[in-house]
């Protein structure tokens, strides 16, 4: 398994790559050396910035999580539930209130919450990447 393959994202955007090369290039002999070309220049890729930049993310969580205050090691969580709360609201709750009554409410979602939840949620990928490629540099797959 190669480290990139282990971040869901750049994994999936790579077998992507992959599968387009097959069908887009008719001569297999090219289609072969361009696909092996792309993977060794991904793991040629330089991972010490990426494990950098894992490392300060997951020394941010810890010093939150390790925190004295319930608010401090839990504010993150609680952000997502309100999203969580609001887009099923708006999109399970409210269709099914509304061929009952005309008293439901839609939650206004602005652009800059919903901007935070999928940051929140591409983080939280983002960190189980990381473990996964902590993991598999460690040799316990």
């Known amino acids: 398994m190669t480290?990139?393959?282990?971040i869901p994202i750049l994994g999936k955007v790579v077998e992507q790559t992959l599968s387009v090369i097959d069908k887009s290039i008719e001569d297999k002999d090219k289609a072969n050396e361009l696909k092996i070309a792309l993977?060794?220049?991904?793991?040629?890729?330089?991972?010490?910035e990426y494990m950098a930049i894992v490392n300060a993310q997951r020394d941010v969580l810890v010093a939150e999580i390790s925190g004295e205050s319930w608010l401090q090691r839990?504010?993150?969580?609680?952000?997502?539930?309100?999203?969580?709360?609001?887009?099923?609201n708006n999109y399970i709750i409210y269709p099914?209130?509304?061929?009952?009554?005309?008293?439901?409410?839609?939650?206004?979602?602005?652009?800059?919450?919903?901007?935070l939840?999928?940051?929140?949620?591409?983080?939280?990928?983002?960190?189980?990447g990381g473990e996964k490629i902590t993991k598999i540099w460690k040799g316990g797959i």
């Open 74 to 88: 839990n504010w993150r969580p609680l952000l997502m539930m309100i999203c969580i709360v609001i887009v099923a």
């Open 39 to 48: 993977t060794e220049s991904l793991d040629k890729a330089d991972k010490a």
């Open 96 to 115: 099914y209130l509304s061929f009952f009554t005309e008293k439901t409410v839609v939650l206004e979602l602005p652009p800059d919450l919903w901007a």
């Open 3 to 6: 480290w990139w393959s282990a």
């Open 117 to 128: 939840m999928k940051i929140g949620v591409g983080g939280y990928i983002a960190s189980r």
